[in-house]
C-alpha cells in the first residue's frame, strides 16, 4: 500500500529566508505525487505536480520540487518565504497505474508559520 | 472557469440525523472524489465516483454513501449520524487525460 511521510508538523521560517518541506513516499514504483496548500477554512490548492520526466517542477506562487527516486522523496522549496505563505502544505501520491483518476493518499501536513 | 463549488458550507447536526452534503465539478470533469478531514486523523479517502458509477471507496462504513449524477455533480450522505463524523468533508473532480485533481472549500459538518 502507498504511503505518505511528512516528517515535519510544524516549521517556522522568518519572511524572506528560504523553505524546505520534506516528503518521503511509499510506493512500489513512481508514483504521481502532488504538493497541496491548505489556508484556514478553505480547501485544498494545487501546488505542483510530478508524472514523469524533468524531476524538478515549477508551481504556482514560486514554489518548486524536486523528485530523488533514490530517496524516495518529493521535498518543496521555495527560495524566499511570504507571510501569506502560513498554511498547511499537503504532500500526496497517486498512482499511474490508473492516472490521475485515482484515490489520493496525503501525508499528515506541515504547517508553516511565517514571523516578519 | 467556476471552480469546484460545495453546498453547504456548513452544518450542525445531531447523532444518530441524516446530512447530505452535494458536489459540482468543474466543467468537463467526469470524476469525483470525497474525503474526509478530521482533527488529528488528517484526509482520509472516502469515496471516487465516473461517469456515475463508484469506482473505489476508503475505509468508512456503508453509512457514508454517495451517488454521481448524469451532469456529473455529486451527493454524499451520512446516515445515523456519530460524535466522530465531526470534520470538514472535502470534494475533488478530475478529468481524464491526467489533469490533477482539484478541490473545493468543503462543508464543514459539527456533530452536537
Known amino acids: 500500500a502507498q504511503s505518505v511521510t511528512q516528517p515535519d508538523i510544524h516549521i517556522t521560517v522568518s519572511e524572506g529566508a528560504s523553505l524546505e518541506l520534506r516528503c518521503n513516499y511509499s510506493y512500489g514504483a513512481t508514483p504521481y505525487l502532488f504538493w497541496y496548500v491548505q489556508s484556514p477554512g478553505q480547501g485544498l490548492q494545487l501546488l505542483l505536480k510530478y508524472f514523469s520526466g524533468d524531476t524538478l517542477v515549477q508551481g504556482i506562487k514560486g514554489f518548486e520540487a524536486e523528485f530523488k527516486r533514490s530517496q524516495s522523496s518529493f521535498n518543496l522549496r521555495k527560495p524566499s518565504v511570504h507571510w501569506s505563505d502560513a498554511a498547511e502544505y499537503f504532500c500526496?501520491?497517486?498512482?499511474?497505474?490508473?492516472?490521475?483518476?485515482?484515490?489520493?493518499?496525503f501525508g499528515t501536513g506541515t504547517r508553516l508559520q511565517v514571523t516578519l | 472557469e467556476a471552480g469546484v463549488t460545495q453546498s453547504p458550507t456548513h452544518l450542525i447536526k445531531t447523532r444518530g440525523q441524516q446530512v447530505t452534503l452535494r458536489c459540482s465539478p468543474i466543467?468537463?470533469?467526469?470524476?469525483v472524489y470525497w474525503y474526509q478531514q478530521a482533527l488529528g486523523l488528517g484526509l482520509q479517502f472516502l469515496l471516487w465516483y465516473d461517469e456515475g458509477e463508484e469506482r473505489n471507496r476508503g475505509n468508512f462504513p456503508p453509512r457514508f454513501s454517495g451517488r454521481q449524477f448524469p451532469n456529473y455533480s455529486s451527493e454524499l450522505n451520512v446516515n445515523a449520524l456519530e460524535l466522530e463524523d465531526s470534520a470538514l468533508y472535502l470534494c475533488?473532480?478530475?478529468?481524464?487525460?491526467?489533469?490533477?485533481?482539484?478541490f473545493g472549500d468543503g462543508t464543514r459538518l459539527s456533530i452536537l
Open positions: 475533488a473532480t478530475g478529468g481524464r487525460n491526467n489533469q490533477p485533481q482539484h
Open positions: 500526496a501520491v497517486g498512482s499511474p497505474n490508473t492516472g490521475t483518476a485515482s484515490k489520493l493518499t
Open positions: 466543467s468537463g470533469h467526469t470524476s
